[in-house]
């Protein structure tokens, strides 16, 4: 079995065969890679997105609703802060740095997914990593957007960013399928258990579960705090600790209400 160690990362030089688990992947153990702060943060964040997402199409006619769109918008930029803090404090597998490839690395990753021969990265690979840090940085883009009083500019990029949100969400889907078949390896369940295939070496000592109890408390604190802001009939919404009241900018779906009254 034959490793390379490229800074924090692990990549298993053999390539797949594609008639069955390869020799080197059948005898990993599953190991502990992902800690609870970061299965936390992937939990909201997805809950987040998903909701904003899912409230901009069903909420579209309702100003109540749309707002909630654009709370749960707020609200996933407060969980990129704290995945930020995760990725400069936290540890080494959860390091921003870590999800850094270059573009040879990157392109070379994905020739191999379509050949069979990819590497195979036990913590973050160059797929994965790309498609999560284009995501953190439309979200905020997608916030700011969406706050900026009717410019039709910034409606159009909105609306633009929204549809690759969901062709980026949809592709990290794709890549749990590949992975899946390739691999035969339910990797899904990964951020819930926190393990998955990989050397021994690269397993963590700890889950870090009482630092994943507190921010899973004070994330939840903070959102709660603040939805329960939220003022649909002002169209305003309040940040917990901060203070700063930020007026939502409705729109088209407000305009609708009133006509609906």
Not at 159 to 178: N, T
Not at 196 to 221: D, E, F, H, I, Y
Request: charged residues 15%.
């Amino acid at each position: 079995m034959s490793y390379a160690r490229r800074s924090d990362r692990l990549e298993l030089r053999e390539p797949p065969d594609p008639l069955g688990l390869p020799q080197h992947e059948a005898g990993l153990p599953k190991v502990l890679i992902w800690d609870a702060p970061i299965r936390v943060f992937h939990l909201l964040f997805a809950v987040c997105c998903v909701a904003a997402l899912g409230l901009a199409v069903v909420g579209e006619d309702s100003s109540r609703l749309f707002g909630l769109h654009m709370v749960f918008g707020i609200a996933a930029v407060f969980l990129l802060i704290v995945r930020s803090v995760i990725g400069i404090l936290g540890t080494p597998h959860n390091r921003l740095r870590t999800m850094v490839f270059s573009p040879r690395e990157t392109l070379a990753y994905f020739i191999g997914i379509v050949t069979g021969s990819a590497a195979r990265y036990p913590v973050h690979n160059p797929a994965t990593s790309l498609v999560a840090l284009t995501m953190f940085a439309f979200v905020p883009i997608l916030l700011w957007t969406g706050l900026v009083p009717e410019r039709e500019a910034a409606d159009e990029l909105h609306a633009l960013l929204a549809y690759a949100l969901l062709v980026l969400i949809a592709a990290h889907l794709f890549g749990l399928v590949v992975h899946t078949l390739r691999h035969r390896e339910n990797i899904s369940t990964a951020m819930l258990t926190g393990r998955k295939r990989a050397p021994s070496a690269n397993a963590l000592p700890t889950a870090q579960q009482g630092w994943g109890a507190a921010l899973l408390v004070s994330s939840l604190v903070w959102m709660g705090l603040l939805f329960a802001s939220y003022d649909a009939t002002a169209e305003a919404v309040t940040l917990p600790v901060i203070g700063t009241t930020i007026h939502l900018e409705l729109g088209d779906a407000a305009v609708t209400d009133e006509r609906g009254d």
